[in-house]
């Protein structure tokens, strides 16, 4: 069935190392975007990418990485630079025209 | 950058009870979304509104676009009504991402 799958559900990372979050959709839109949530709070974009081979940084970009080498993928990258990166993760993806966004079901991030 | 503002920010109510959850905007937008955040942190599209009424059971949704407010409604509330419900606006015309209130907290007991 279409929808957007993330993983891994849960990731823990030493502090120093890059890692990198996965997320699939298989719901044929062009956008696909990634927010981060910290506890009591509401979503803040990372990053978003409306085509292929192109994207945008959102509000809280630095110390993350991103890649659009395929429609359907949209991989995060946590690098050693970001100096608070517990949290959780949701991707999610839209059309370019209608764009009601869906979500996967999310990555916990913990660093030990 | 857009500002979004939830009220309230926590609510407790019994089974059975009515609600209704207000959010503000600081700019006209070209999406607006209602979501219930369950327990596992998933995030349920509730309401795509950018503007007028909509209906779905015991909830429905208004978005006033002029007056740049938005209101969720739910009836009859029910325990795995529970949650937290977010509002998120895209101003502009493109698919830029949501920027998202802080959240309505709605515990509702038995």
């Known amino acids: 069935d279409g929808g957007i799958t993330q993983s891994p559900k849960y990731l823990f990372r030493k502090e120093g190392q890059n890692v990198t979050l996965s997320c699939e959709q298989n719901?044929?839109?062009?956008?696909m975007y990634w927010y981060r949530q910290d506890p009591g709070q509401g979503l803040r974009l990372i990053y978003y990418?409306?085509?292929?081979?192109?994207?945008q940084k959102g509000d809280i970009a630095e110390g993350y990485s991103v890649s659009r080498e395929k429609k359907e993928s949209f991989p995060l990258t946590v690098t050693s630079a970001q100096k608070n990166p517990t949290a959780f993760y949701l991707c999610?993806?839209?059309?370019?025209?209608?764009?009601?966004?869906?979500f996967g079901q999310g990555t916990r991030l913990t660093v030990v | 950058g857009i500002q979004v503002e939830q009220s309230p920010p926590d609510l407790i109510l019994q089974e059975g009870a009515n609600s209704t959850l207000r959010c503000n905007f600081s700019d006209s937008v070209n999406n607006l979304q209602w979501f219930h955040q369950n327990p596992w942190g998933q995030l349920i599209n509730l309401f795509y509104i950018p503007s007028g009424t909509k209906q779905n059971g015991r909830l429905s949704a208004t978005t006033v676009a002029t007056e740049r407010y938005s209101l969720l409604y739910i009836s009859s509330s029910q325990t795995t009504d529970s949650g937290v419900y977010f509002c998120?606006?895209?101003?502009?015309?493109?698919?830029?991402?949501?920027?998202f209130g802080k959240g309505t907290h709605l515990i509702i007991q038995p």
């Open positions: 998120a606006v895209e101003p502009g015309g493109g698919a830029d991402g949501l920027t």
């Open positions: 990418s409306q085509i292929v081979n192109d994207f």
């Open positions: 999610a993806s839209s059309n370019t025209m209608n764009t009601e966004a869906f």
């Open positions: 719901l044929n839109h062009d956008a």
